[in-house]
């Protein structure tokens, strides 16, 4: 249940930001929702079964996602407030950013195979021919507690990059806060304001007995403090 509230609520984190685009769409009211050709970076955020991951298409993935969206047949389409797909608990959703210029951000939401829809500047569209984006998810790597000593070395120059490689759930709001799962045990916790500059914090937490996620119990500062320490007094 606890995994399903997270999703609907990272849903619906995602889809205001993308009904909070950044420039209205183009002057082709027929095709309003596209990838410009002068795009050249989309972060890509898909979040299912309240598991978020977050990439950049690369040069090949770019093109095949621009022609997948210019391929795709949609028409607008309204709900009432508490009614939209995003309210919907559940499903998978692709959140398209297009980083460094002022093209609208937009959203791919999968309620179903036969029922996915976009949204853009607030405005939802009906696909009539739904399909997969054309997207490689990156091979994760599993965070564990050796990976974490070894990222500590680093102190004060740890940043968001340096945990690109592990999987992630959104779990801020107002601020990034980014959660990873390491084992029964512990997990760790990045926070800030934006991920160009660095973290708040970067917390290795000790889990509750059962085993779910919450901000009260025990952690350090994995930059600043020692994690053989920390776990040793646990087990104490």
């Not at 002022?102 to 009906?126: A, E, I, K, Q």
């Not at 991920?195 to 930059?223: G, S």
């Amino acid at each position: 249940m606890k995994k399903q509230l997270i999703l609907f609520l990272t849903l619906g984190f995602l889809l205001t930001l993308a009904a909070c685009g950044t420039s209205g769409p183009n002057s082709d009211s027929d095709n309003p929702i596209s990838i410009a050709d002068s795009v050249t970076d989309v972060e890509i955020t898909h979040i299912i079964s309240g598991t978020e991951s977050l990439w950049t298409a690369n040069s090949d993935e770019l093109e095949s996602l621009k022609n997948w969206v210019l391929g795709l047949n949609y028409r607008p389409v309204s709900f009432e407030a508490g009614n939209s797909p995003g309210d919907e608990i559940g499903g998978e959703a692709y959140s398209f950013n297009m980083t460094g210029t002022d093209h609208p951000s937009f959203s791919y939401v999968v309620n179903r195979p036969d029922r996915c829809y976009l949204l853009m500047d607030g405005t939802w569209y009906s696909v009539s021919n739904p399909s997969d984006p054309p997207v490689t998810e990156p091979q994760w790597e599993e965070l564990t507690l050796e990976k974490v000593k070894e990222l500590a070395k680093k102190g004060d120059t740890l940043s968001w990059s340096d945990f690109e490689l592990y999987r992630h759930t959104d779990i801020g709001s107002g601020l990034y806060i980014y959660f990873y799962e390491i084992d029964e045990n512990y997990c760790l916790v990045i926070g800030g304001g934006d991920t160009q500059t660095a973290p708040l914090y970067v917390r290795l937490v000790l889990k509750p007995y059962d085993h779910e996620f919450l901000d009260d119990k025990p952690y350090i500062d994995i930059r600043t403090e020692n994690v053989d320490d920390f776990i040793n007094s646990q087990n104490n």
